[in-house]
């Protein structure tokens, strides 16, 4: 069997054109395989992220915990401080009417050393800083 050229000429031409078909299908299909990749790589990242940011969270959850507790601490010891302030001022309210009272009896202020037995002025004796010492 004889081919003509026209044969040839539409032989080449439909080969030519089959394979520029799978040529632009083989780079459609790479194209998609490259997306799905670029999408699957962005996807872990996003995975890992959201798994930092979780931890993170967490961290500051208990951080926010431990400030709560702080504040309840601080609140507690403020009520106490409170409680002890209201109970010097009374205390000190009481001493300044007690010390206004005419009728209370004087304070004797100080009264000396238990060993003292009299008012005079115990000194040294003279001959102290030459006397030798055995």
Do not use: C
Not at 35 to 61: C, S, T
Not at 99 to 111: C, I, M, R, T, V
């Amino acid at each position: 069997m004889t081919w003509g050229i026209d044969d040839d000429v539409k032989r080449w031409r439909a080969d030519a054109d089959r394979r520029e078909r799978e040529r632009i299908e083989t780079k459609a299909q790479m194209r998609r395989e490259q997306e799905q990749h670029e999408r699957d790589v962005a996807r872990a990242g996003a995975y890992e992220e959201i798994a930092a940011l979780k931890q993170r969270l967490a961290a500051v959850e208990q951080q926010l915990a431990s400030v709560d507790e702080l504040a309840r601490a601080v609140a507690t010891f403020g009520q106490a401080v409170d409680t002890k302030l209201a109970d010097l001022q009374q205390l000190l309210t009481r001493r300044a009417e007690l010390l206004h009272q005419p009728d209370a009896p004087p304070s004797k202020g100080f009264q000396g050393f238990a060993r003292e037995k009299s008012a005079e002025v115990v000194d040294l004796p003279p001959d102290f800083l030459t006397r030798k010492m055995n």
